[in-house]
């Protein structure tokens, strides 16, 4: 576990790199990423390097005891790309050029654009590829951020079409799969199939998907470019990326697989403030220290991308500039998160950025330091942390008992045909995601494409709307307590009802039938009960099934329709369920799966690493934290304050009974 | 009265079509509609037919005692006619061209789609224009549907001009018509006439009214090449077009004189959950029943298009997928909006459709049948109407003694010139019809050609923007009592305040002066009191009146501005009233006109056909009908139940007092 | 003090020119503006002049007795421009042209508009300049209206490129006083670059700063150009621009300096409907007779703008036909609104319209009569205004002894950077304007740029983001309490963070530290204490202060940041006030100004003009002016009804104690 930072020598005067340097180590950081934007620095013409900045950048870090994490810089393209290849820029769905004069504005599949690119991670990696203090490579940076993943080029379209030339063989079996019988979408040539955008209604949606798919593997495609040159002139170096948090519009598992570690950047507050699943009233409530779970999310998230090696890159130490609303942390904040995704397993936590920029269009963007080169809160708490770290090694995390499944093409598919205006996958993964921390529960998550489940006791699938045969085998073999969300298994993966309807290959788990559906306004909420009782509400969403064989059914909605049914191992939920409904149904998931529940105060959640059970409070009151009698706190105490981390050693008492 | 439903052989098995055709005929459907979408299969390549299919699947249909609607399939252009004439695509306001890939891409103005439109028309009707089982043509699809009367192409400014040349003669003509004087706006050529589109502000509303006029004509243009070559190749059959509800983009009264029958396309639940005309609350309360005058409306509508011929082409039989919320009817909608269609004078119902299909876009559109080929609800439904209308023919439904003035170029005005954000033609004209309705009244909604009024007992005209001296004499003529609602009057045709000020022509029946007019934001009341006494209040809308002659007024705002004025048999509600001004107002003009009222509970419509009484109940609870003693019921009970229907015959009591 | 109207012969047939002039003079009314878009009558086809009907209407407007003021018609360029010039049109920011069909569809950098322009101007200035009833000409017409002072055509970019070489020399010094190191958007020729919209993600700010200062400055000179023209050849009339309210995208201060008189546009129901920044309460509840503060900010303002001499060229005069929603004054208003006018200092005002237009764009705005030449209400009040005038003429305003600075740079670095989405400069000033303004006070609003603040007892300074040492020097010369808002000084003139932080240059009179901020959402309220007592809130905004030097806190947020700091006579706000603190804090800072407060009620507001103190009544209740016992009142008495205006003889009770 290591404190590193995000450092700009380029942005500021040389005189200063030294102290800079010196600061760092001192303050307990022992990792710096650098260069990640600084192609105009580093070839100010075609071809033309100009390596002697960084090169005494370099000496200067490495010269005070820091490792080195480089940065391609290919998310910021120069200007004079721009002049020779005006063709690179991405376009909106109306053809409409995204300009120069922020970064990312490349298309990802213009091919002169990933032949500089090629150039410029070649010439950078032959320089310091082998340079001792170098430990890693971060590729570009945050791929997808403002929604560039999507282009429209002629180039986009292009590969577009021989992509799927290449997947369908033939444009009569394309016209067959898509079901382009359908008002006469019907193609005699790949060369006549267009990006799905600017129709006068919907496109088919399976149109719409192999597009997303499409550009997923274009954002691949490029990585895997940089990622093959970086290994080939720099062996033995970590090659990275730093994905960002919500951004889900390519397969970061598939991306994952030419990457050693997945990094991502974690800004609490923006993403409380952003995210559009976050309900109103909790962006309010947490907008100082961030909903409890939208960090814990991302860190269970891509400690699966990469065979469980992941940074943070990028930690949020002050305010951010990006968010609609911007407040200031409280205080402890940065420790606390700091420590939160240590206690996910993190192996480095690297904060975003040493100091505060006072020009261009992150000056509004805090530091570790005010742009005057005073330390800031967020100085100050890294440098705790740092302390703390000293004495702090719990060792790797393990699996835990409790996996949920999340899926980049689920997500995709509910945007492409949502069926109702509210209906989100973010939304429903989020609250099922929620209700398991709530329950004190350790998660991780994992993709569909998991090869082996074993060792879980309970695997939650919510809203997975394609679900293959494999899958279902390695769920079943599994032996876990299995429970699935409505929606599961809703879609094959072309994009159509399956044979004999949902929930298609789940069938042979949960004998049942999907026969409709429906989407509900927000303010509908449909009562849950069982033996006359009240459980909960549904709303949103709600699958009408008809059990089949042997599959009961647990609880109805007030009109009668099965809304939970089970067989076997296996639960579904044929509905939204709101929060408190749940929370007590996932947590008979968990108790009858032999997972120890802890429910926990609404700001408080548990994470074991170890031989340490950490608890973090996200406030903004103190909380008694569920410690056994007589346990050995490394960090903090019972009683914990708003906005702070405990620890405590595991004793017997913390396994499941 | 008989079922039809619509069936899309080209999307199924050739094995399927047999039983399909075998279990419409057991359910009680004896008319199917077939072909509207299926150009790519009728012409694969440039002008080679492949008849075959198609001739197989009417010989099935007709083998199995079905009568055949045959669409005409220009509403899917195929994907080859693009590549001939790349200019056959609307243009959106700035230019970009609406893309392949879903439907209606095309632009009305494009002489290169009308030729094609032609051939294939024409290759059709020659093949099965005389065959025995063909009984109707359904041109095209729902025009206007996704927003695609209005089309900005070069064709479509070029017809503008010429439009504009027949209509005005000279530029300086159109110059005087248009008062372009005002802002320098003088043309001195037709050529430098432009679409009314991305100017800097508010282009001159005539310009406006004016390019929706030439595109209305474009759209009536286009249908009736259409309706010429039916007719010519096969004579004695009927030419209809489905219209849907609430589309209102182009004359329908216009265009009705083209076809021997109006049929519409009729979904309660979508239309509740999308007209912007509908209160948020009514949404919710009525979103499984659909608003109870959302349908009727319509149907009082469509009845008036042809003389009286209409039918429900495309009946709701489940969810459907292109609202921002479906939720699934309740049991038994779909037999009531059936015998609710019937009430109001359909010939044919025909449900929307056989079975879901699963796959490309209308995938989760439900059918009276699942994917899996089971029986659903709608079918099941769809059955028991098929049984009860053996037994139940009650005659044609005759003339109401209500009518309501329903006008496409007031709505077009309304649209161009707001003058208030909310302030909207069709919630002034529904929410007229509502009350109509919750009076138990049955009603005919006529356009303000409408050559003879005579048979009426009461004539409301909500929010006629222009009224011309002709119609004054007709309703004059019709001695009926006549009730003109706020902004009646207000322009000419040519866009402008009317000499004299508003209301026009319609001085001569109330002599009065609409000094000025104003808009109001929600939220704001204004009461309205005769004799001291609070009557109710309005809202949005208000005109300042100054009476004159012998013109009476009868209730006053609060501010002492005259809000309803009477002069003989003729009132003028000068504001847009809340609802229950509105009923009880309107109520006193229907006693004062002799009609018998019926003030029926919220969800509760009534509803004569020949010699029976209908009552409709929207639910969600059940309700006492209005019978009067002894009455005998053919179709339920007094008591109605949520979702259902009743009919008793009519005695002496069900006439006006 | 006169009274003008707005008049256009051109638009009426000549029959009815002499009347009208009659009735003019009649009335009282003086003065009439007339020809500001009638290029199309002037010059109907290019060159071609067509004088006689404009000579006649001068001769019969200037026979009746009135006075002329002539506007130059480029507002409206005809459509043979167009054809002359089809890149004459302004672009948006996605290259589609703004269409010719309403008016102010030029580029202001075309320099073929340019040319036409000038020739129109000198031809009508040789012809007419030196009549003798012309007395003054407008310039254009409400430049910026309809969002046209930013184009993105080619003329504008390269007009753009042409500023930045003068303004910076060299590439690399514009690299490096923009930052462009920053994310490698370094240039190496002006010619690279572009316009700041359309990226990817946010320009930088510098770069959009300047694309409005050139923006700006491409205004002016247009106005410039005009300005020389007319002053060569109609020596000795005033030079006027009529503004607009709230249009703040040029620099108005520095146009004024090519003007003789400001002149503006007062809307008081539009700007209440409209402007963004009033509460939406605010909106329902002064719908009839406009936010009290609403036209008096603008009067305040222009007063400024040109030494002190301003009119209103147009003064609603009942409804208007372009906000949300638009209702009708209250009675009275008209009057009261003309009367707060000449209150504030103006030396006309000018009624829109003569009369009520029946057809085009503004078919629906009201006049003093309504279009069947009939006078209305706002012909009535205008008429009393020009009987009390002609026994009321109170001599010039003198100079306040408060001022608040407002800044347009300072509100385009707020919307360039806003940092919150709600954040917004103009809702802060406009809440310290109010607050100013309920304690009675009289207010002078200046630049940023005045060269002498003596006689000043109070200046507040809300949110000026940037503070030169000039500016900090002439404060401190001035002697006066200053109180400065959150956000002052915030950003150099280059857009980026002072060096040593903010308030940069303020810090030599208020020495202390802004060490970070935070926007806040709407609904987040922080109290704000001293010596343990909450004063009030804040909200949306909140700067941390870090206090220097002999800096006193003297009030705390309930975190326990500053948030009230003073040293020596200047005070510092560090967050966005709710509005009851504000008027507390403020109140504090003028009482211990020395200046007279007098806290009036919610609709009432105070304002000197010579020896006459008036008092505007905003109803819609009666109110009690704060006369002293046995003021002489020329107009109203001590108890005001709603909508009305008293003025009273200023004795020494009416000075400050």
Redesign the interface.
Known sequence: MQLGVCYYP??WPQAMWADDARRMHAMGIRIVRIAE?????LE??PGQYDWAWLDEAIETLAGAGLQIVLGT?TA?????L??QHPDML?LDA????????????YCFSNEAFHAASRSIVEAMARRYGQHPAVIAWQTDNEYG????VLSYSAAAVQGFRRWLAERYGTIAALNEA???????????SFE?I??????????????SLDYRRFASDEVIRFNRMQAEILRVHSPGRDVLHNFMGFFAEFEHHEMGRDLDVASWDNYPLGFT?MAHFIPDED??RW?RTGHPDVSAFNHDLYRGVCKGRWWVMEQQA??V?WA?????PLPGMVRTWTWEAFAHGAEVVSYFRWR?????????H?GLH???N?I?IGGTEATQVARELARLQPGPAGRARVALVFDYSAKWMHEI?P????IDYYSEVFSWYSALRRLGLDIDILPASTTSFAGYALIAVPALSTISETLVERLRASGAQLVFGPRSGAKTA????????PPGALKTLLPM?V???????P??SIPVLAAGRELGSAGTWRD?VEPLGATEVLARFGDGHPAILRHGNARYFAGSFAAALLLDQLEGCAREAGVMVRRVDDGLRLRRRGKLQFAINHGPHSARVPAPAGARFVLGSEVLPAASVAAWEVGPQDEPA
Chains 1, 2, 3 share one sequence.
């Open positions: 380029e942005q934007f600084a192609w105009s620095k100010p013409k810089p910021a393209p120069p200007r004079w721009l002049d991405a109306h053809g409409h050029p995204k300009g120069f004069g922020s970064r990312r504005h951020c403002h929604d560039t898509w079901g382009n019988v359908f008002w006469s979408m019907e193609y005699s006549q267009g990006a799905p955008v600017a129709l006068p209604t919907f496109a088919n949606p399976i149109h403030d962006r309010l907008m002050g305010p500039n609609n609303a911007n407040p200031a505060q920029v006072p020009y261009a269009q992150e000056q509004m805090s005010t742009p005057d005073q800031d045909q069926h109702g205006a509210t072309r994009f159509s009802v399956p044979e004999g309807l039938r026969t409709r559906v429906e989407s509900l306004r303010g509908i009408f």
